[in-house]
């Protein structure tokens, strides 16, 4: 059984993972951390991460990027691993997660869907066999109306996935509006898509010669996430101090 804290567990992605921890019989939630105890869950809620002093085997973060300098340092102290789900970290809290994974195991990706990292992987293969035969590169990403940042992570993610398979040959091209010529065969086109309530859609696609490979990954909840959150503090529990992603989740 692996003992989970989770941090910013009254927000969206604490309550999904909160609900998904009691249908797996192999992780269990035994404390939460928040800004306040909202009194809806059923395990302790503590306002201040210094006053929790459960031992766990891992720390779940869906949290705000100005908590997460409290959390690195408590992550630290109690030699518990932690899998860092807030996103939109500066520069200099991304130097201070590398200097605490000397010390814990930190798990830190770009996208926490057990798929998508999948994709990543199918995708650096078929790289290697469809790049140098001609096929060109393209991305289209999918999401809400509400989402601010464009191309998303997960798509600039899937495009390094392709572009270190291929010793980075690949230059990212996010507009063609104002370019008339012809397209590079060393360009990686990659296009975003916003309206409605789209969840997360992933489409890459190689282009070759008289045929045309598409791989592709929808999200229809952000259920997904909280899935991979969990396996991947099941997977980071006893882990030696380090840097993880969830390519190390899904290699085992």
Same mark, same amino acid.
Do not use: W
């Given at each position: 059984? $692996?003992?989970?804290?989770?941090?910013? +567990?009254?927000?969206?992605?604490?309550?999904? !993972?909160?609900?998904?921890? *009691?249908? #797996?019989?192999?992780?269990?939630?035994?404390?939460?951390?928040?800004?306040? #105890?909202?009194?809806?869950?059923?395990?302790?809620?503590? @306002? #201040?991460?210094?006053? +929790?002093?459960?031992?766990? =085997?891992?720390?779940?973060?869906?949290?705000?990027?100005?908590?997460?300098?409290?959390?690195?340092?408590? +992550?630290?102290?109690?030699?518990?691993?932690?899998?860092? +789900? &807030? $996103?939109?970290?500066?520069?200099?809290?991304?130097?201070?997660?590398?200097? @605490?994974? %000397?010390?814990?195991?930190?798990?830190?990706?770009?996208?926490?869907?057990?798929? !998508?990292? @999948?994709?990543?992987?199918?995708?650096?293969?078929?790289?290697?066999?469809?790049?140098?035969?001609?096929?060109?590169?393209?991305?289209?990403?999918?999401?809400?109306?509400?989402?601010? #940042?464009?191309?998303?992570? $997960?798509?600039?993610?899937?495009?390094?996935?392709?572009?270190?398979?291929?010793?980075?040959?690949?230059?990212?091209?996010?507009?063609?509006?104002?370019?008339?010529?012809?397209?590079?065969?060393?360009?990686?086109?990659?296009?975003?898509?916003?309206?409605? &309530?789209?969840?997360?859609?992933?489409?890459?696609?190689?282009?070759?010669? =008289?045929?045309?490979?598409?791989?592709?990954? &929808?999200?229809?909840?952000? %259920?997904?996430?909280?899935?991979?959150?969990?396996?991947?503090?099941?997977?980071?529990?006893?882990?030696?101090?380090? *840097?993880?992603?969830?390519?190390?989740?899904?290699?085992?």
């Amino acid at each position: 059984m $692996t003992r989970v804290i989770m941090h910013g +567990c009254n927000g969206y992605m604490g309550q999904v !993972i909160s609900g998904l921890a *009691k249908q #797996d019989p192999e992780v269990e939630i035994i404390a939460g951390i928040d800004i306040a #105890d909202q009194g809806k869950n059923d395990y302790p809620v503590y @306002t #201040d991460i210094s006053d +929790c002093n459960i031992e766990a =085997d891992a720390v779940i973060d869906f949290s705000s990027a100005k908590a997460v300098d409290g959390l690195l340092d408590y +992550c630290a102290k109690r030699q518990i691993p932690v899998v860092l +789900c &807030t $996103t939109g970290l500066s520069e200099e809290q991304l130097a201070r997660l590398e200097e @605490t994974s %000397t010390k814990v195991a930190v798990l830190k990706s770009a996208n926490m869907s057990l798929g !998508i990292n @999948t994709l990543m992987k199918l995708l650096r293969d078929a790289a290697k066999v469809l790049s140098p035969a001609g096929f060109d590169v393209e991305i289209v990403e999918k999401h809400h109306r509400r989402k601010l #940042d464009a191309p998303s992570g $997960t798509a600039l993610a899937l495009a390094d996935s392709v572009n270190e398979a291929m010793d980075n040959r690949y230059e990212y091209i996010f507009d063609r509006s104002q370019r008339r010529q012809a397209r590079d065969s060393k360009e990686l086109g990659i296009s975003a898509v916003r309206g409605g &309530t789209i969840v997360g859609e992933h489409e890459v696609i190689f282009a070759g010669p =008289d045929e045309v490979i598409e791989f592709k990954h &929808t999200a229809y909840s952000r %259920t997904v996430f909280g899935k991979g959150a969990l396996e991947a503090a099941k997977f980071l529990a006893g882990k030696p101090a380090g *840097k993880y992603d969830m390519s190390d989740v899904i290699n085992g």
